[in-house]
């Protein structure tokens, strides 16, 4: 049965994270934006006037002449994505959860909520049997880092299964939103700390990586150490990994893990998903986030100079866009599969989309 467009909500819309939602959703096959929601010091201007746009792409007509809602109001969308700071997002995504509404949140606060799936679609689609079917809950995106980590992981755990990882992250700025770090604090510099980000990085693999059994999921029994600096680059995570597994791999055996993971065939089909999330890169002296950041589409893991490691049994050096893959790009690729598996609440089954 074929069907309009399913209409859908931005909140947090005009922030660098928001920003990148409208962009993604302009003329998006499956999804029509229909409304924006933002701070009060915002709501009741048209989108065009409310927003300082930082992105290289017009600003779309469309989004530009929707007016600003405040967010928390009520909305007759279904499927709302969620671009709020984590200062207020818990109790305002709660809430829509509670009425219904199916909230893809890019904030940390439900991230490890045991009824909440903590979603690469690629790595994990199962875990989204944690949503029932037309009752409304929240589905959240992974922390930036996270997801580059994770997509890189998933073929080694799947073949040797991973015991211990130690990664080292140099994170662009943008992933400090706008207007981000200080540039006296970060030009001609590298900063040691970012709050939150090592306990993040340390437990969200584990859920994502973890089986889902008995209506909950059961952590995967890895153990990871991590060391998160800021990096004067503007879009891109550059991480260094080195894994220990429990079976030890040749480097052959690794080069084809990586290279030949495919991820689920309704993974694949959908709109927003790379042709393939993995790409190992054989030649020295990369990944490098200016080269490959953004590899098709922005939504694609680049792996390189993977090695015998003398203290561990791998060691590579991924690159990762923090604010597509990261953010907007993997939230979006969620509400797709939530779609495809009929999460959304009030769409039939049987909906296909109609085309543009």
């Given at each position: 049965?074929?069907?309009?467009?399913?209409?859908?909500?931005?909140?947090?819309?005009?922030?660098?994270?928001?920003?990148?939602?409208?962009?993604?959703?302009?003329?998006?096959?499956?999804?029509?934006?229909?409304?924006?929601?933002?701070?009060?010091?915002?709501a009741g201007k048209p989108y065009r006037e409310a927003?300082?746009?930082?992105?290289?792409?017009d600003l779309p007509q469309e989004?530009?002449?929707?007016?600003?809602?405040?967010?928390?109001?009520?909305?007759?969308?279904?499927?709302v994505f969620s671009?709020?700071?984590?200062?207020?997002?818990?109790?305002?995504?709660?809430?829509y959860a509670r009425q219904g509404k199916l909230v893809v949140s890019n904030a940390r606060n439900h991230r490890m909520v045991p009824h909440v799936p903590l979603l690469i679609p690629e790595v994990n689609p199962g875990h989204l049997e944690l949503i029932e079917p037309g009752k409304g809950g929240?589905?959240?995106?992974?922390?930036?880092s996270t997801i580059g980590l994770a997509?890189?992981?998933?073929?080694?755990?799947?073949?040797?299964?991973?015991?211990?990882?130690?990664?080292t992250t140099l994170q662009a700025v943008s992933g400090a939103g706008?207007?981000?770090?200080?540039?006296?604090?970060?030009?001609?510099?590298?900063?040691?700390?970012?709050?939150?980000?090592e306990e993040k990085m340390e437990t969200e693999p584990r859920k994502i990586l973890g089986q889902l059994s008995g209506g909950q999921v059961h952590p995967a029994e890895v153990l990871l150490s991590a060391q998160c600096t800021r990096v004067p680059v503007l879009d891109g995570h550059t991480e260094c990994v080195s894994v220990l597994c429990h079976q030890e791999p040749g480097l052959a055996q690794a080069e084809e893990a990586i290279s030949g993971f495919q991820p689920p065939e309704e993974v694949a089909g959908l709109p927003s998903a790379p042709k393939s999330p993995l790409l190992l890169l054989p030649q020295g002296g990369v990944p490098q986030p200016r080269l490959h950041r953004g590899s098709e589409r922005g939504m694609r893991v680049t792996v390189g100079r993977l090695r015998a490691c003398p203290v561990q049994h791998l060691r590579f050096v991924l690159v990762a866009h923090n604010t597509l893959r990261?953010?907007?790009?993997?939230?979006?690729?969620c509400g797709e599969l939530a779609l495809a598996r009929g999460k959304v609440p009030g769409v039939e089954p049987g909906w296909t989309p109609a085309r543009i």
């Open positions: 049965m074929e069907r309009e467009r399913i209409s859908v909500a931005v909140l947090g819309a005009t922030g660098s994270v928001g920003q990148q939602f409208v962009t993604l959703l302009a003329n998006h096959p499956w999804f029509r934006l229909t409304s924006l929601l933002a701070s009060p010091r915002s927003v300082r746009w930082l992105q290289p792409d989004a530009g002449d929707l007016m600003v809602g405040t967010a928390g109001q009520p909305l007759s969308e279904s499927l671009a709020l700071d984590a200062e207020v997002a818990g109790e305002i995504e709660a809430d929240i589905v959240t995106n992974p922390n930036c997509l890189a992981l998933k073929p080694l755990h799947d073949a040797f299964g991973v015991a211990r990882v130690h990664v706008y207007p981000g770090v200080p540039s006296l604090d970060i030009l001609d510099n590298v900063v040691p700390f970012i709050s939150g980000e990261g953010a907007a790009g993997g939230a979006l690729l």
